[in-house]
């Protein structure tokens, strides 16, 4: 089984600055991906960042980028250059044998202008 | 292309009653996947199916609860003798079974049982 660990429940930051989420955690498997959603209010979950275990170049999508550290089992999220419409509840999940995610509790970031 | 499908996106309905969900996967994705997610938590797994074949059931996937896929294409989630406890929003997703660790989701059905 696994589990995923988000401390932080709420954060905030404001625009245009950067901001980081953490994320651990357990796993008795090898091979397995590390995925953070984005969940807007009253929309639906849109994947933000894969990172692949078996990497160890941690992944960048434009403003967005994770710390992959695999032997401390952590997985943290960097919005740089946060904008209003980050605004929104992030999960953390990882999926290791291709069937279920297991999802962090999530944190709810809030971007002031 | 249109993404992952759910309807209806809402339902209320009282104590007792039985309620019908439906997901429509992506087109060429062969995996469907149900979550539900509970007031301020993360999603957590119900079941899945490859094409019409279930694979995999939760132990959150009471007697009550049912999923179909019977073709491979759509699913169908019931819940009998509803509880409140069920309020919840259902999420489906859906994947390729060559790349099953990349689920799209749905924007799911919020069920409120009063």
């Known amino acids: 089984a696994q589990t995923v660990t988000q401390s932080q429940p709420e954060m905030s930051v404001q625009e245009a600055e950067t901001v980081t989420l953490s994320c651990t955690y357990d796993t008795s498997e090898n091979n397995y991906y590390l995925f953070w959603y984005k969940q807007p209010p009253s929309r639906q979950m849109i994947l933000v960042i894969r990172q692949e275990a078996y990497k160890q170049q941690n992944a960048t999508e434009n403003r967005f980028s994770v710390n992959f550290q695999k032997a401390a089992k952590s997985f943290s999220l960097k919005i740089s250059d946060s904008q209003l419409g980050d605004t929104a509840m992030y999960f953390c999940a990882i999926n290791n044998a291709g069937n279920m995610l297991t999802f962090g509790g999530g944190t709810r970031l809030m971007v002031k202008p | 292309d249109t993404g992952v499908s759910q309807d209806p996106r809402h339902k209320i309905t009282k104590r007792g009653q039985n309620v019908t969900f439906r997901c429509d996967p992506i087109s060429e994705h062969n995996r469907l996947y149900w979550y539900r997610q509970t007031l301020g938590q993360g999603p957590e797994f119900l079941t899945y199916?490859?094409?019409?074949?279930?694979?995999?059931k939760s132990r959150l996937l009471s007697d009550r609860f049912s999923a179909e896929r019977p073709k491979g294409s759509f699913s169908t989630l019931e819940i009998q003798r509803t509880e409140q406890g069920d309020s919840a929003m259902y999420l489906c997703?859906?994947?390729?079974?060559?790349?099953?660790?990349?689920?799209?989701f749905g924007p799911g059905t919020r069920l409120t049982v009063t």
């Open positions: 997703a859906s994947s390729l079974a060559s790349s099953s660790y990349e689920q799209y």
């Open positions: 199916f490859q094409n019409e074949a279930q694979l995999e």
